[in-house]
């Protein structure tokens, strides 16, 4: 069974008036079932994704398409995708009230809050612009999310060309952490941005591109800060 359709099946539930959002109250139990898991990580991407998409005040074919980047959506099941797309764009739930819902789903696990909000961000810079409007909205997901300010700092650095980056930021160090910290860091965070490690937690295979991205920025950071201890 694919996921668009157990997606299907979760959002075919909602009673005659429900928003998108009821979509996560009955995917709660049980939370720690991968499948649960896949589809809740999914429809939350989306779900943010199109409220997002219209905090620079237009929804644009790249913000659109972005999604099919992120999970690389079959020609056949981009219907369904469209379908949760436009329930989300419909409700009139604000964004925080997605945000909250998608928390509580995942409460004590800020690895996959966090894998959300990086999502997000491929979707906000897919138009080839970071609005400040956007930066705002996923700013204060990051905040409902429990998403601290430096590693908010790291993910928009890995997204937005001309944000300002931080290797200690990257890897979640102080500035004045030693070499012998930062080599144990940056080998936690690749085991961390391993493909298999999100799929384990509920990121769908189709997204793994995140992971290929922030294992990128991982090893990045650790070339520019073994090279400023060298030299």
Known sequence: MSIWTRILEAISALAQGEGLTAVFDRLRTPPEACPERTVAFTIAVIALGAKM???DGEVTRNEVSAFREVFHVPPEEEP?????????????AGFDAYARKIRAMFQGDSRVLTDVLEGLFHVSVADGHYHPREDAFLAEVARIFGVGERCFRAIRARYVPEAPRDPYDVLGLPANASIEQARAAWKAAVRDSHPDRLIARGVPPEAVELAERRLI?????????????AA
């Open 80 to 92: 369904h995708a469209a379908r949760v797309f436009n329930l989300a764009r419909q409700d009139v």
């Open 217 to 229: 920025a991982v090893n990045a950071a650790w070339e520019e800060i073994s090279a400023r201890e």
């Open 53 to 55: 998409a219209k905090a």
